[in-house]
């Protein structure tokens, strides 16, 4: 291969690379609720889904997660962030594992496996917030690493009463 034609490859490349976005997800759309999400970690995308979205409202309700590890996770922090208008309304925080102290199943996963989780999860809420807005969900190992990170888009008209 000559030079110039490298260096077009090269170039062609660095800009697939340098222009990679991942898609928007639909985990749910109804009459008075959607919920959205996109990757924001720049290097993977996962799955992600729930069984029925009218259940959300009940605050416990089925999902679906997968993905493939690129980190080892011994501790795993998550941080959530409710953002409204561009602004941190509320944020939350905590460790989900831990040595001597793990909440999930996956915690102590190496780098490589695939992660899947199918089942119940329960809102700490009893009611999903009105309005339109976006949880940011981030997920750090003990090296302070992304090991999966999510921006959901919520539109919620759900009438509780």
Request: hydrophobic residues 35%; glycine residues 6%.
């Amino acid at each position: 291969m000559k030079t110039p034609n490298v260096f077009v490859l090269i170039l062609v490349l660095l800009y697939i690379n340098g222009s990679t976005e991942w898609p928007t997800h639909t985990v749910c759309k109804e009459d008075n609720l959607e919920i959205h999400y996109k990757s924001c970690d720049p290097q993977q995308d996962f799955a992600f889904s729930i069984d029925r979205c009218s259940d959300v409202a009940t605050h416990t309700f089925n999902i679906r997660a997968a993905m493939v590890l690129r980190h080892n996770i011994k501790e795993l922090h998550v941080k959530v962030d409710l953002i409204i208008n561009g602004k941190t309304v509320l944020s939350y925080s905590e460790a989900l594992c831990e040595p001597g102290h793990s909440k999930l199943i996956f915690c102590g996963k190496k780098k490589g496996e695939h992660l899947y989780y199918e089942g119940p999860v329960t809102l700490g809420i009893k009611e999903i917030p009105q309005g339109d807005y976006t949880v940011s969900a981030k997920l750090t190992n003990e090296d302070g690493v992304t090991v999966a990170c999510a921006d959901f888009t919520v539109k919620n008209y759900l009438d509780y009463y």
